[in-house]
């Protein structure tokens, strides 16, 4: 399997501050991933680094196997949308597309005006009329147009209402669906994340706390509670991500790998949502999860 | 992404045309008439000659006017052109678009530099040369475009002005990211730029011509009284159209006249000139001031020559290719920085 | 042709849904053998749902031998669903209420039943899907 994104130690550092660091994290091909972390975790600066925005202050990261925006041909592959799909406010819609056109040589004006068309937008409109979920449409048109090989999109419908949100995702789902490509999302709606990702990143305190299958993650986590008992009790294969003691009861997520035996617990699943506010619990640093990307073909 | 960079120059490129055809209008207009002028004046006689240049002389002070605006033409350019080039898009975060696209940074960066420094070009030269022809009447009579009020709206200086504003306002803009205060420094720095060159470098771009006077009341030797005592002014000779950089009075050791010396050697002015008001002048003298006018003269003049410092007006033309070529250098130092910063720093 | 949804809140996964939609439509005989199934592209462009999800339910059909894809056409029901019937029905019921007679009399309450019932129904769906 080939790998999407690759990073390897990689850290930016602004002054002091360490924005993010000692991420090493594979990205396999083909796959939707989903980004997430607190605020100020280091998302932006993660997919700004990608996309050659950002210099990296140690370690390296590859997108597609090349170095990012080495050349005009790299920069061509890789798709991005930052956060609140900056356009130009003064220039037209279709102003836009003939700057796409004439800046990308892979430029495909036939989908993108397809798109436009689909969108019900008027190309002379002024782009800085359109609302936020128009906006969002025609900076993911622009991105998609120039026929990427991965699409990195930094918070792209934070700021949308529920519906264009939806338009949103189903656009960018169904250009998925038809062209394979690899996509990392950044995103704070963990339930949207959940019906359209396949991978999942979590980025915490400006490390990589996560990166694995969805469907693993889903798998491999419970929810356990039970009377109140100390947890280095659990067997080996049983590992806690988030505890919480009362007086009486003991409540946990635990990651493992085979079926739990106690029946002392009550064992609940857990949605993608549940694990992610496990890890990201409490905000303390809980390490690199050592659960490995490429794991064992199922 | 030529495209691109004059359409978002648009909206300031029209603006920047409709001045330039505003002033081009109206300097075809009255220089159409100046010239007719001109004529009349070349072929007066007598007295007639007096009138007539008078009149050029009153059309002149009427349109002088854009002669000033034209001094502010680089710098205006400069700050509005040059400064929100890359400070715009990093202020309103298009940059997390346009330095994605299939071009590389460097590329950007050149077309818009080429872009707007052809319309910096075009601008700020077609407003000169409309300006210096309008103005060529005059300067034939006057013959004076080496004089440092008139040398920087003439030839093509302004252009080299204009290039160096714009490179110092992209530079300011890729340094400082934000429009506003990248404005500024480019206003500011343009400023203090122009002002040393004109008055520390230009002088001595060639190297000025010395000439030496014996001191005679012909070159309008001026005698000031002030609390201290006397104080001599050397007046300066009237070379047609040169440009006087320095005068001074001097002695075969090359010492100016100590003030002791002054009001010794003219003592007979103190005694007869009233001790306060101002310098003599105009009216008609009394006898005594002259005689002790002479007298001071000819002491002074026994030590002291007047040594004077000058470019000839021939000389406009090298000082306004040397003069640009400083400016020019200064804007490709500026632009190499800006790219620079742009590919290495801005990350 | 017709259209899926998603409860978001069932607890079951995505592309489980999918199946037991399909698997429900058979049943009702609203699909019959030859007809398409939605594409993988208009699903998701409906429902904004990752495609492997779609990928994975139609696979997952393919192997229950109810649909069949043609590369470049489209994926095709190929058979019937039908319901058991109804004599094999009534011995797995009788073992059933036998189940839960003994289930009571053991102390478990209904709560446990149900979460027991429901935990070993889980563990055995997946293992036979994994």
Known sequence: ?298 | MTWMTWRQMRAGSLAALAVVAAAAITLTITGVHLSSLYSGYLSCSGFTCNAKLDDIGRSYRHIKLIGTALIAVPVVLGVFWGAPLVAREIESGTYRLAWVQGVSRTRWMASKLAVTGAATALVAGALTFAFTWWAIPFDRIEANRIDPSIFADRGIVPVAYALFAVALGVAAGTIIRRTLPAMAVTLVGFIAVRMVIQFYVRAHLIAPVHRVFALTQRFGLGIERSPSGIQLQAGTPEFHGAWVTSSHLVDSAGHAPTSAFINQACRAVLDVAPPSGPPQKGGAPSGPAIQAFQTCLSNVGARYHQVVSYQPASRFWELQWLESAIFLGLAAVLIGLSIYWVRRRLV | ?130
């Not at chain 1, 091909?29 to 996309?51: C, D, I, Y």
């Not at chain 1, 036939?110 to 782009?127: G, N, T």
């Not at chain 1, 280095?232 to 739990?260: F, K, M, N």
């Not at chain 3, 592209?41 to 031998?65: F, M, S």
Request: aromatic share 4%; with cysteine.
């Open chain 1, 1 to 298: 399997m080939t790998t999407a994104l690759t990073a390897t130690g990689l850290g930016k550092r602004y002054g002091r501050k360490w924005a993010l660091r000692g991420c090493t994290v594979e990205i396999p091909e083909g796959r939707v991933a989903g980004l997430v972390g607190p605020n100020g975790a280091g998302k932006s600066t993660l997919l700004h680094l990608m996309v050659g925005l950002l210099a990296p202050t140690e370690g390296s990261v590859e997108v597609l196997g090349r170095g990012p925006a080495i050349d005009a041909e790299q920069l061509g592959r890789v798709g991005f949308l930052a956060q609140d799909a900056p356009i130009y406010a003064s220039l037209s819609i279709a102003d836009h597309l003939r700057f796409g056109a004439h800046l990308n040589p892979g430029w495909d004006g036939a989908f993108a005006k397809e798109r436009i068309d689909a969108l019900d937008l008027d190309p002379a409109q002024r782009a800085g009329r359109l609302s936020g979920g128009q906006r969002a449409q025609l900076a993911l048109t622009l991105a998609l147009a120039k026929r990427p090989g991965i699409l990195l999109l930094d918070e792209p419908v934070a700021s949308l209402d529920p519906l264009a949100r939806r338009d949103f995702l189903a656009v960018l789902a169904g250009y998925v669906a038809e062209h394979g490509i690899s996509v990392l999302m950044s995103s704070h709606l963990l339930a949207d994340l959940e019906r359209v990702c396949d991978y999942l990143v979590l980025v915490s305190a400006a490390r990589v706390q996560l990166a694995d299958e969805v469907d693993d993650l889903l798998a491999t986590h419970r929810r356990i509670i039970g009377a109140r008992r100390d947890l280095s009790t659990l067997p080996a294969d049983q590992h806690v991500v988030w505890e919480s003691h009362t007086d009486r009861q003991t409540t946990a997520v635990i990651q493992v790998d085979g079926p739990i035996h106690d029946p002392s617990w009550q064992v609940e699943e857990l949605s993608l949502e549940d694990v992610v506010l496990a890890y990201m619990g409490g905000g303390a640093d809980t390490g690199l999860y050592a659960r490995p990307a490429l794991g064992v073909a199922r």
């Open chain 3, 1 to 130: 042709m017709i259209e899926f949804h998603l409860d978001s809140r069932s607890g079951v996964s995505p592309y489980l849904q999918l199946v037991q939609q399909v698997r429900h439509a058979l049943r009702l005989g609203i699909l019959a053998p030859g007809d398409q199934l939605p594409t993988v592209k208009d699903v998701v462009g409906t429902l904004a749902i990752n495609p492997n999800t779609v990928l994975k339910a139609y696979r997952e059909l393919e192997h229950a031998g109810l649909a069949s894809g043609r590369p470049g056409v489209g994926t095709f029901v190929t058979a019937t669903l039908p319901d058991a019937p109804l004599a094999a029905q009534i011995p797995i019921r009788r073992d059933l209420e036998r189940w839960l007679t003994k289930a009571r009399a053991a102390g478990l309450d209904d709560e446990s039943i149900e979460a027991m019932f429901r935990d070993s129904f889980r563990l055995s769906t997946s293992r036979e899907i994994a």
